[in-house]
């Protein structure tokens, strides 16, 4: 039997010797040729077909196993960063105006007209439904700029566009164009005679549609349309005047989000291109075809009909847009919506000594450093990495990395800004270390390890900081709440100015950029138009929290900002720049003098912060619901019966008023929760407002009357009618009294700032008149909605008392103890001219309380609002 090996070699030998011409056309000649080498490396080349598939697979198994060796033992031995150092990827922006291959020059224009512009710097945004993405990205883009905003469902009838003479929209947008282009002949007339009028403009999005439509006319004007395209490489037209924060002159290059972009086609000389986009050469198209450049944002000048728009060939996906569309707001409202290009960075570095030994910093992580750190000046004058330094962790590292950290120490005090990390278990002990080491204790710039104290506020952290430090200034992303980070806010406790702080996605254990969440592409993503390119685009004031292990190794933080900066220099006329940290806080409070005052959240309302909270304070100890209504209402009848409650204790009474704590409009709102906790409190249930309601009208003449009472010299010397119609030029007390008389009756506009803290579940409303009338129907109610159980029986425990007038306590079996005196007073009826000017007064907030009302899902108003809102009525 011949095997399938030997018989090869038998048919070869086998073979008659042919002339060389034969044997070439045969074949033969190579093939003796090879097998005459086959022989002398058997092992190579004399192996079977299925030999050489085993071979090949152990050879990619031994290249699988070395990768896997290099990446888990290599990576972290001493050895790793020799080979890691090739790697290390180079800040590499794509920009021709940065490398001055491009010469488009920076104009940021001035949007502020000479003309008396009578239009409130506020949005009107018409969205298709209140859930619909578009709308949502919008809202969210104007609350991450402060831009005040209305947001009102299309199809409806259209809102108050006016106030006496004022409008008060600056722009219309309307997520979904068509909504405005087929809006029906009355409101569309009454909008576009508002925009003329006042001199507003329109800005649209084209949506996306299932059909696809080429060469279709927006109805109404000289403009069509080719939808459901796919599109890439957006420009910008540098001789628009829409052109203020964004800055023309280079290419998005590459695809642009979506398959269904909107391009226009103008008839008219009142459009004007304002970006630019071409067609995906993807989509088997001739190349000239891909090289026409196709407009997907145009300006109407307002030539046709006399309003200005800015109409959008696709939505907010993609970032350039977010940045046409705030310029586009800036434009159409003639400045008024136009943001401050300055920007201030301030880039922390979490103790500059902590990191692990094998990824600390060593001498040429320090040079590099310093190398990045001037580079970066040349693009944010005077910018500075701001390194922190608790006095700890010193020499921690191998002795090449120990070397690192005294170059650094010696460079500390000359090229970077220092802060604190204050240490809180022992301060005192951390300023000997500073002392020693030389560092200055004098920035007034703190920053608390993991946030602990800075909020929810840790008084003692707070005390230690003025006391020992002289802090003025620090930073945190958790107030009023870490996420999300649009909503962070500042505030200033015990004269320390707390700053919100913003998030760049480096933390502790993000040490090599391809660990960075999302790898590399992911960063690049957020430093070329994403989120943190997004962040200092919105934020006038931008202070990041790093981490040491982010400058060492691959020097991930080096690369992202010198990165991102460079991208915010190509396409934005933002002027960088950065203060110490005590001129950025005061700089801060001066944009945003409202965010003064803190709002005391909730601790426990947040698992976070609970966890942060000083162990001695537990959420037992906070108050469970609180009573809202203003005074005069009726709070003290609702106190007292709420305190008749076996399972209800109050506050103690004020030493000084003897009545509620004031802990809202007074002094103790400064002294924090604490304040709230050292009162005593019992809980019932979850954190709920009950507020009471009563005619606004009465409500001010029986402050009024109690005022009187209390021998208040103004409220004896004027009438109630003298002091409702005082003047804004009559004497300042006067004006005190009527304002505090007045105001606390704007019902509306109290409540709406509660909803803006408190979802409504949590708010109940009483009707004042019932408490009065019928408080064991209204305590009744109440305790549904606290879902006290048991309840208690008020049937028996109130009783009217002919006497007083009003319900008082059942004690003792058949007597009654009734409010004090100075509750339910007589005093003569209300002059009816007082009450039917009180009634004109009141009647935009009572209006306004009625819609809020039924937002709130109340099925019947109050008796005393309809009498209130009726002309009819006296007093
Ligand atoms: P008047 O004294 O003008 O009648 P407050 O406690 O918030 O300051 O409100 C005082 C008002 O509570 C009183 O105003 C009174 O009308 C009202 N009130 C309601 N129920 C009452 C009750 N059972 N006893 C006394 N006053 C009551």
Redesign the pocket.
Known sequence: MVTENSSAVVTSSYKPLLPLEERRASGLVGLRVRRHLASKRPWCIMVRQGTVKRCVVALLLLTIVSIFCYAHYLISSPFSSLIRRDSRPEPSIRCAILTGATRVPAVAHDHRSAARLRIDAKVLVFVETTYSRLGREIAELLVYNRIKYKVEVSGKSLPVLTNLDKGKYGVIVFENLNKYLQMDKWNRELLDKYCREYSVGIVGFNPPSEETLVGAQLRGFPLFIHTNLRLKDAALNAGSPILRLTRAGETAWGALPGEDWTVFSPNHSTYEPLAWATRNSEDFLSEETTRVPLPTVLQDHGVYDGIQRVLFGGGLRFWLHKLLFLDSLSYLSHGQLSLSLQRFLLVDVDDIFVGERGTRLKKDDVVALLATQQRIQQLVPGFRFNLGFSGKYFHHGTSEENLGDDMLLGKLLMDFQSILIVICNDPVMQVVLFQEHGIPVDSGYSIAPHHSGVYPVHELLYEAWKRVWNIRVTSTEEYPHLRPARLRRGFIHRNIMVLPRQTCGLFTHTIMIERYPGGREKLDETIQGGELFQTIVYNPINIFMTHMSNYGNDRLALYTFESVIKFLQCWTNLRLTTAPPLQIGERYFQLYPEEGDPVWGNPCDDGRHQKIWSHNKTCEQLPRFLVI?P???????LYTFLSMHPDISSNFPSPDTFEEIQFFNGKNYYRGLDCLLSSTWLLICVYLQVTILISPARRAY?WY??TRAHGDQVALNYSFHQVITASDTAPKPLRELRNRCLNPGKYSQHLERWLSYYPPQQLHIID?DQ??SN?VETMNELQRFLKIQPPFDYSTHLRYDPK?G???QVINGDHTK??GR????QYPPMEDKSYKLLQRYYLSHNTALVKLLKRLGYRSVPQWLKDDLSDTVTA
């Open positions: 209504g005074q005069k209402t009726g709070t003290t009848a029986s009357q109690h004042g408490l009065r408080p007083k009003f319900f008082c009734c409010l100075s509750k339910g007073r």
